[in-house]
């Protein structure tokens, strides 16, 4: 057909991604992913849950597959997600104490399997990821004080198993299976949602303005956190300023910044009038507008699937591609921005 290609628009600007499955890897799907899209993540094969269902089980078999499948078609692919509180099995931080209740493991044993799961992906996955998400989703929504990075953190299982530094234990992990392979070109990411609220993403700016500072002292010039991704799960009340003030806030700490799980929820039980169709429509060009304005500091934009249909939020229509993988408004928002 004839639509503008989205990877072609933004060649000189950014990588330009999408999420998906096996399934997703064949026919029509792949033709439309190829034609737009130029790096892959795994939306859900490549999370904890699926890498070590059980302790020191690590069944890499169906990421390998589809990690290898999305390499051999052109793609460039980004690992998600080594540590992160959902779709990560109960033993990597919590036992099931004498009367029954789930409590957290020692700081010692959480510590251990969390350097052992993050060490051994890392190092499985090699030089075939352009990227990992090293932590996904550890700050809170909102944090009243946003400069005591430590009090915004999720009490997440990792948290309270490990406490505070769990974070920086993670991104240590990462980078010494990193140091071992200099030739790797491999970049370390934290990535969260709410990434539009000024609070949290000041939280995430002083976090990794600390963690990184601290890591300087001790190796100069270099950096433990690459990069920071904006999830960019949003919706029609999404402030596009909120959006740029964040993402210029991020690309000040002098990391790399990706938007990293785009889509905007519109409409409501599968359908979306044509009125709100082109409200949505506005909105991505807003956003791309402002993502092509900082492109110098954008690595890659990745928008989370392919098409409403097999959308995490389907029922809200989220994605530039309609169910029957028409392009909608929000697709000539995404390739027209102005
Ligand atoms: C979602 C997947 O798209 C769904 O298929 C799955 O059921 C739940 O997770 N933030 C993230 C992603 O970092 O991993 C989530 O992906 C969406 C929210």
Do not use: C
Not at 81 to 95: D, E, F, G, I, R
């Amino acid at each position: 057909n004839d639509l503008k290609s989205i990877k072609d628009v933004y060649k000189k600007d950014f990588l330009i991604g999408n999420a998906i499955a096996a399934e997703d890897m064949e026919g029509i799907r792949l033709d439309l992913l190829k034609k737009h899209f130029n790096v892959m993540t795994a939306g859900n094969a490549m999370k904890p849950d699926a890498l070590q269902p059980t302790k020191g089980n690590f069944t890499f078999a169906d990421a390998d597959k589809l990690v290898d499948k999305v390499l051999s078609e052109g793609f460039k692919m980004h690992g998600h997600t080594l540590v992160w509180h959902q779709q990560s099995p109960a033993w990597l931080n919590t036992k099931v104490d004498a009367s029954g209740n789930s409590i957290p493991l020692s700081r010692e044993e959480a510590l251990t399997n969390l350097r052992t799961h993050i060490k051994t992906v890392v190092e499985h996955y090699g030089n075939k990821v352009i990227s990992w998400d090293v932590v996904n989703e550890g700050m809170n929504d909102n944090p009243t004080n946003p400069s005591d990075w430590k009090a915004a953190l999720r009490q997440s299982p990792w948290y309270q198993a490990i406490g505070p530094d769990y974070m920086e234990q993670a991104f240590l992990a990462a980078r010494e299976v990193l140091d071992a392979h200099p030739n790797w070109d491999v970049k370390l990411y934290y990535n969260d949602y709410n990434d539009d609220n000024q609070n949290k993403s000041k939280a995430i700016y002083y976090m990794v303005k600390e963690l990184n500072e601290k890591y300087a002292k001790t190796h100069p010039g270099k950096l433990l956190i690459d990069g920071v991704g904006m999830q960019a799960h949003y919706n029609m009340s999404t402030n596009p300023s909120n959006v740029e003030l964040s993402l210029e806030r991020f690309i000040s700490l002098g990391v790399e910044v990706s938007i990293t799980e785009l889509d905007v929820q519109a409409g409501s039980d599968f359908k979306l009038t044509d009125e709100v169709a082109d409200a949505q429509g506005y909105l991505y060009a807003q956003l791309f507008d402002i993502y092509k304005k900082h492109a110098a500091n954008i690595s890659r934009v990745t928008i989370w699937g392919l098409d409403d249909g097999t959308s995490w939020r389907s029922s809200t229509n989220p994605l530039p591609f309609d169910k029957n993988l028409q392009a909608k408004p929000a697709f000539t928002g995404v390739v027209d921005p102005t």
